[in-house]
Structure formats: structure tokens, C-alpha cells
């Protein structure tokens, strides 16, 4: 049941049907539109949401689904169900264009895989379109829709006899013309024309009996009549008789033809529905596009569970508009919550929202995607009770609340548990205890019936009434107080303010007005409304966090997944560098064995003559040096092998370079008190005194530095030395140390300054700092939101240098200054 009967109107289903009706193509089609009609069997729905939702995806991805010639035939072919009858030539043409779509329709989908698009295919399944049927048509007609001279042999004859007729008849008109020119009876640039199909010579009123023959016309003024002459009346009356005897050839083509398809019609008008239904579930399609709409999941139950619903008739207006764009809703009704009472300001969308629910419930039962989003749920409800809007009625003496009265005693009598129910502004119209008392009875009334609904109030009982009832939760519609501006964004569990001071006061009324209105509207009043408000605040404020948190996490775990799959590939390359290795060693190995084994035996060969013995041992000395150079340190098998030899013979020394071990050594070994370094960023050199986790402590000259561990290279106790002897160390007289001290001061002032370049200030000043060996230093960065500061000290934390910050006395600046004090 859908009620009232003006539903469709109040809640815009009849621009949609509109829409729809833009989109077909064809009568048949439109025709299909008008019958629309609410369902409730879930099967029914979900094959018609199927098709539609198939359609949709064929026009965004096939480019040669047939959409011309869309014509109804079904007038035709039911005319001819009667023997006698014929088609007319134009509806003959209709019909084979319109068979030929439907062949070319079928033929698409035959074309496909069954698994694609299956119930647009099995729409196709019963439809047939006779082949011979449109041969035909096409024995008789032509590609323009003219009927063909050769339909039968006795038309042929007729035709040429009126061609044949025609030319006679046009030399004969020229002779008289050309003869009358001669005569002076008509001037030398007149041309024959035609009146009343014949032909006819224009001649002047005067000389009208000159030429014998039919008058046929006369010209405006009556100075000019048209005579057809004598002598070409009988030729044009042949014509005449030759053209009637042609309509009445083609009478008998067009009968037989009737007659030989007359079998065929059912199946004939079968196709033609067919193709109406094509077309229909088109424009359904192409208006589900242009919505945004989807399949969404069906099921038996009344509920509601949508995600970013839309209501398109509003998001379609807005997109004409630059900088608007609809909200979307998040709904959800089911056996718990059955009920949901909307409050909120006025102009907050609370009637968009609930027009929402009807509209796009609506559209589902009969058939229509809808604009929601993927994971959308719906239920079907057997009835949907609507009151929407102003209902007074002077001729039925009717006031608007007499009318919502009607409506609520119509919902009480009619609703149950397989009912949705939409009401807006529930209770208005009267006194407001009186109508807030009888709204509130009548929501009980709705509650204990197990109907679901929609409703929208301003009144603080029902709000609390919904609070404390199982079956009814409230919903607010979000507003910025600050902006003093609506959210249009619908939240559940708690009600909304109405924000009327709020409105009030930004609208300019006076202050003392809303003074008086605040003592009479009562303290609680006043604080239960603001209480809300802070309630829809900080909801707002931890959604927010809520939400940044979320993109926080959805970073990290695509950073995690990023370095997951870097250490994979790590491990992997890694684990082909190690077997490469492994495999050049044993080959190493495999080579170095067999060379040992030849020099063992040619030296025992030669019983270890001089000269043969040192030819030997010089070959093996080069094998070890190509040894030398391209086995890694992790390949000691080789060398195992060659310091055996080397006992074996007596005569064999190692001739890897003192060089090349230290610096396979220098890599592995740790840093420690007393090993010569340089610092990268200065190339100044010194000893390390001290050892950190991540920092060592060097002296070089008179000075001590702290510097990363990354920022130090090892270097020899002769090179350290030498960059003393050459005066790369730091000492009292050193220019760039005095220069340093004449120049540097303990403060510095990073007020107003950006974040990235205060920091950069600040890692200065420590450095020269360290450099000119001052303890104490002090930060001026202001109070302000406390921003740069928490920053500066962010940073303070993380250097090992420091060693403690605090804020300067009360007197001298307080939390505006860090006072910093060096580890040096």
C-alpha cells in the first residue's frame, strides 16, 4: 500500500518518471514507464534491478549495442490479424527496420559468453524473428521504403506505361508552349507548369479562347489563368486511370503479404514487446548512470542499511551549480532501531533526509537502481505512509494540522511490522505542549505496531521519549556553531539542537529580545539545548581524530608493506649474492686444488732441481696473486690450501700485500679510546676519548668535539701527524676558532620564524657553540600556541650534546625563552 495518493509528487517520483520517459526511444518504451507500478515480491524486484543493473554496465563498456529504429508495430499487426487487410507502405517499412534491430539485438548477445550479461540474455531466449519475414519486405520495398517496380510483373507494365505516358504527354505540353511563344500569345520566357497534378500553360486572361482546353487555375489578380491544352487531356486522363490501376496493384502485393505472415503475428507482436522492454530497461539504465546508482544487496526482511545515499534529483540540480554537492547519508533501520527521529535547525536537511528514504525505497520496489554506495543492504517493505508537506483543504474545510491528523489516524490503522513510515515535522500545527503530548502518544502508538519509519521534530519530549523507548533512536543533522552554518551530515544515537538563539542572534535580532526569550523558555530548557551542542562538538572534534588516526594507520601499513616487500627482496638478492659466491669459491677451490696438486707433482717429477723448482714456484706465485685478487675474505679454503703447500715445500711464501689484509681488518674492527679519526664535516683530525652509543668524543688541539659516529673516518697515527704538522687540528690561535669567539652569541631570537628554518638556527648556534666551547645558551621563541616551542624542544631531545632545557625564570621571560645547557 502506498499512501497517500499524491505519493509520487510529494516525493519527486514523478520528475524521475519523466527522466525516464526522455530516455526511451519508442512508444513501446514509454509506454512501459507509465505502468511503473510499487512491488513486493523480492524475486520480481531483484530480476528487474538485474537487467537494469547489467544494461548499466553494458553502456559503459560496449560501444555497438543497435539503439535506431526503435518502432511500434503492434497497431499494424494487429490490424492485419483480420483476412483482407493490408499494411500501409510506411508501416511495412517500419516493421522491417524494427525486425532487423531485434535481430541485430539478439545477435549481440548471442555473440557473448554465457556468463555475461545472463538475464538480458534469457529475456532474449523466447523471441523470434523470422527470416523469411523480412525477405519479404525486402521483395517489395526498397532501402528508401518505396515499393520496388519489380513486386510483381503486372506493376512493372503499369509503370512503364506511365512513364511511357508521362513523356508523351511532356513533348506534347512543349510543342503547344513553344507554338503559343510563336503565336504571341504567351511570352518567350514562360515555362509549362503543373496544377492539380496536370500539366498546364499560363496564359494571359485575354487570349484564354485562343488555346483550346481546360482551365484549371487563375492567378491571384485574375490576369493570368492556367489551361491545360486539348490535346494532352486524354493522355493525362490515361496516366490518371494507369496510377489508380498501380495503388490497386499494390493493394493486392500488400494483402498478400498480410496474408502470408498472418501466421506469424503473435510471435511478430512478441518481438515488438520485446523490443519495448530493450528499450525500457535502456532508459532505466541510462538514468542509473546518470544517477550513480548500483545493485544493491536484496532481502526479504524490512530494513534499511545504506551507505552514502543520495538523493539524485537533488545531486543531478546541484552539479548545474558551481561549488555545491549533496551530502551523502548513512542510514540504518532494523529490528532494534526500528524507528529513527531526526531533529536539528531548520534548512538543516532533516526533510531532504527523509524524502531521501522515500524516494530511493521507492525507486528500489519498482525496480530502479539507486545511488548508494557498494555494501548497501536493503530490505522490502509492504507498505509505504507519507506525510509530507501542507495538506489544507478550504473546499474539504481542512486546516494543515486537521490534515496530518488524518494521515496519523491512517498510519495507526494501517501500519505494522512489514511498514515504513515517514513523517516530517511530527506534532506541528497546534498549541505546542498540546501537540508535543499528542505526538508523543501517537510515535507509542506507531512504536508498539513494530513499524519502521522516518520522522523529523523540534520537540524535546519526543527527543527524550526516543531516548528512553526500545524500538526508537534518535538522529541529529550536524551544524557548525561557529560558522553557524549546517553540515547537512546525519548522525545517530543522540538528538540534535535547533540552534534557534544561535540563528537568532547571527540573523541580528537584539540582544535583550533574546534575553527575555531565554527567562521565558526556561534554565533547563536552555541548558538541555546546550548540552546538545556540546555533545554534537566534541563528536565532531573525535571523528575527526577518529579519522585522522585512520589515515595515520592506513600510512603505516602501507610503509610496513613497502619495507616488508624491500627486506624480501633484500633477503632474496642477498641470497643469490651468497650462492654466487659460494659457487665462484668452490670453482676458486676446485682450480686452486688443482694447481697445488701439479706443482706437487712436478717438483717430485723433476726431484727438485733448482731451475725447474723455481719455474714452478714462479708459477704458482702468479696463480696466487690472481688469487689474491679476486677471492673474497669469505673464502679461506683456498688459502688453507696455499699455506699447506707452502709447509709441504718449504719454498712458498705468502705474497698477499701487508696493505690488502689491513684493510679487511679496518672494517671489522670497532672504534675505540685512542684511534686516530678525521671529522667529514671539517677534515679537521684527532683521538677519540670518549665512546657513546651513537657519538664519540674527539680532541683535536685544545678543543673536544661530539660528533656522530657517521660523521668520523678511521685514519693512521702517521696521517694523524702529518695533519698536526700541517695544521689541520683546532688550537687557541686557530683564525676560524677567533673569529668564532669574537662573533658568537649565548641567543638567539627565532620569533616569527617558519619551523624547518628555526631548527636550522638552532642547530647553528650548537654548533658554534661546541666550536667555541660556551656551556650555556638561550632560546627566545615566544609563547604564542606554545607551537614552536614543544617543536624547538622536540629537537633539544634528540641531540646527546644537550644535556638539559628548561624554561627561563618567570622574570625574564618564562615559557617564552629555553634555556639550554651543553654536555661539553
Known amino acids: 500500500m502506498i499512501y497517500p495518493s499524491n505519493f509520487e509528487l510529494k516525493i519527486g517520483f514523478d520528475r524521475v518518471r519523466e527522466l525516464l520517459r526522455e530516455r526511451c526511444l519508442s512508444p513501446m518504451g514509454t509506454e512501459m514507464v507509465d505502468g511503473i507500478r510499487f512491488l513486493e515480491k523480492k524475486s520480481k524486484i531483484d530480476e528487474l534491478l538485474a537487467s537494469t543493473s547489467e544494461f548499466q554496465h553494458l553502456l559503459r563498456f560496449e560501444d555497438n549495442f543497435p539503439a535506431d529504429n526503435y518502432y511500434s508495430n503492434s497497431v499494424c499487426l494487429n490490424k492485419i490479424k483480420v483476412e483482407g487487410t493490408f499494411p500501409e507502405v510506411r508501416e511495412l517499412f517500419d516493421l522491417k527496420r524494427s525486425l532487423e534491430t531485434v535481430r541485430a539485438i539478439l545477435n549481440f548477445f548471442r555473440n557473448k559468453e554465457e556468463n555475461i550479461y545472463p538475464v538480458l540474455r534469457k529475456l532474449c531466449g523466447q523471441v523470434k524473428t523470422y527470416p523469411y519475414v523480412i525477405d519479404s519486405i525486402d521483395r517489395i520495398i526498397d532501402r528508401h521504403g518505396n515499393i520496388k517496380d519489380n513486386a510483381s510483373s503486372r506493376l512493372r507494365e503499369i509503370r512503364s506505361e506511365i512513364i511511357s505516358k508521362n513523356t508523351l504527354a511532356a513533348k506534347r505540353l512543349n510543342a503547344i508552349l513553344k ?7 504567351v511570352d518567350a520566357d514562360t515555362a509549362a507548369s503543373v496544377r492539380n497534378g496536370r500539366g498546364v500553360i499560363p496564359v494571359s486572361a485575354w ?18 489563368v492556367f489551361i491545360e491544352p486539348e490535346e494532352i487531356v486524354e493522355i493525362n486522363n490515361d496516366i490518371v486511370e ?3 490501376e498501380e495503388r490497386r496493384e499494390i493493394v493486392k502485393i500488400l494483402t498478400a503479404f498480410a496474408d502470408d505472415i498472418r501466421p506469424y503475428i503473435d510471435d511478430l507482436l512478441a518481438s515488438d514487446a520485446f523490443l519495448g522492454e530493450v528499450d525500457f530497461i535502456r532508459a532505466k539504465a541510462l538514468l542509473g548512470i546518470r544517477f550513480g546508482s548500483i545493485h544493491p544487496l536484496l532481502s526479504d526482511r524490512p530494513f534499511l542499511s545504506w551507505k552514502e545515499a543520495v538523493h539524485p534529483l537533488l545531486a543531478m540540480a546541484f552539479k548545474k551549480i558551481e561549488g555545491r554537492k549533496v551530502v551523502p547519508l548513512n542510514i540504518h533501520l532494523d529490528e532494534k532501531d526500528r524507528i529513527l527521529l531526526i531533529s536539528g535547525p531548520n534548512a538543516g536537511g532533516k526533510s531532504v533526509c527523509l524524502k531521501t528514504v522515500g524516494l530511493l525505497q521507492y525507486m528500489l520496489q519498482c525496480g530502479l537502481t539507486i545511488p548508494v554506495s557498494e555494501g548497501s543492504e536493503c530490505g522490502i517493505f509492504g507498505d509505504i505512509l507519507i506525510d509530507i508537506g501542507d495538506e489544507q483543504s478550504i473546499e474539504n474545510d481542512l486546516s494543515t494540522y486537521s490534515s496530518h491528523l488524518i494521515n496519523m489516524k491512517q498510519f495507526l490503522k494501517t501500519g505494522n511490522e512489514r511498514s515504513l513510515v515517514l513523517i516530517d515535522e511530527f506534532g506541528t500545527g497546534t498549541e505546542p505542549m498540546l501537540g508535543g503530548a499528542i505526538a508523543e502518544a501517537i510515535l507509542g502508538g506507531l512504536n508498539s505496531k513494530g513499524v519502521f519509519g522516518v520522522l523529523t521534530t523540534h520537540y524535546t519530549n519526543l527527543k527524550h521519549f526516543a531516548t528512553s523507548t526500545e524500538g526508537i533512536v534518535n538522529g541529529a543533522m550536524a551544524f557548525d556553531s561557529h560558522l553557524m552554518q549546517p553540515l547537512f551530515r546525519l548522525s545517530t544515537g543522540k538528538p540534535g539542537s535547533s540552534f534557534a538563539f544561535e540563528i537568532a542572534r547571527k540573523i541580528g535580532l537584539p540582544e535583550e529580545i533574546l534575553d527575555e526569550a531565554s527567562k521565558k523558555a526556561g534554565v533547563e530548557n536552555i541548558k538541555y539545548d546546550k548540552h546538545l551542542r556540546d555533545i554534537a562538538r566534541d563528536k565532531r572534534y573525535w571523528e575527526t581524530k577518529r579519522m585522522n588516526i585512520r589515515q595515520h594507520e592506513k600510512k603505516l601499513e602501507e610503509l610496513i608493506e613497502e619495507y616488508e616487500k624491500e627486506l624480501s627482496g633484500m633477503k632474496s638478492v642477498r641470497k643469490e649474492i651468497i650462492l654466487k659466491a659460494k659457487d665462484e669459491a668452490a670453482t676458486l677451490l676446485k682450480e686452486s686444488n688443482r694447481m697445488i696438486e701439479n706443482t706437487i707433482r712436478q717438483i717430485k717429477e723433476s726431484q727438485a732441481e733448482k731451475e725447474k723448482t723455481r719455474d714452478v714456484r714462479q708459477q704458482l706465485e702468479e696463480f696466487r696473486s690472481s688469487v689474491v685478487n679476486e ?11 696455499m699455506s699447506e703447500l707452502s709447509r709441504k715445500t718449504g719454498r712458498y711464501k705468502s705474497v698477499r700485500k701487508p696493505e690488502e689484509t689491513k684493510v679487511h681488518e679496518t672494517y671489522e674492527k670497532p672504534l675505540k679510546v685512542g684511534d686516530a679519526v678525521r671529522m667529514s664535516d671539517t677534515m679537521a683530525a684527532g683521538e677519540i676519548i670518549e665512546i657513546k652509543d651513537k657519538t664519540v668524543l674527539v680532541e683535536t688541539g685544545s678543543f673536544r668535539f661530539q660528533v656522530s659516529r657517521d660523521k668520523i673516518e678511521r685514519i693512521s697515527r702517521s696521517e694523524l701527524k702529518k695533519s698536526i704538522r700541517s695544521g689541520q687540528v683546532y688550537t687557541e690561535a686557530d683564525p676560524l676558532i677567533s673569529e668564532r669567539k669574537l662573533n658568537f652569541k649565548p641567543e638567539i631570537d627565532i620569533r616569527g620564524v617558519r619551523g624547518d628554518e628555526a631548527l636550522l638556527r638552532v642547530r647553528d648556534l650548537i654548533d658554534n657553540a661546541i666550536m667555541v666551547q660556551h656551556r650555556n645558551l638561550r632560546i627566545l621563541h615566544g609563547k604564542g600556541n606554545g607551537i614552536l616551542r614543544q617543536l624547538v624542544r622536540d629537537y633539544l631531545a634528540t641531540l646527546d ?14 615559557s617564552g625563552i629555553t634555556v639550554v645547557e651543553l654536555d661539553i
Do not use: C, N
Open 207 to 224: 487570349d484564354k479562347r485562343r488555346i483550346k482546353g481546360l482551365i484549371h487555375d487563375q492567378s491571384a489578380s485574375g490576369k493570368t
Open 801 to 814: 650534546v644537550v644535556k638539559t632545557f628548561r624554561d627561563e625564570h618567570v622574570e625574564m621571560g618564562g
Open 631 to 641: 677471492v673474497k675474505p669469505s673464502e679461506p679454503e683456498a688459502e688453507k690450501k
Open 242 to 244: 494507369l496510377e489508380y
Open 179 to 185: 507554338q503559343a511563344q510563336a503565336d504571341g500569345l
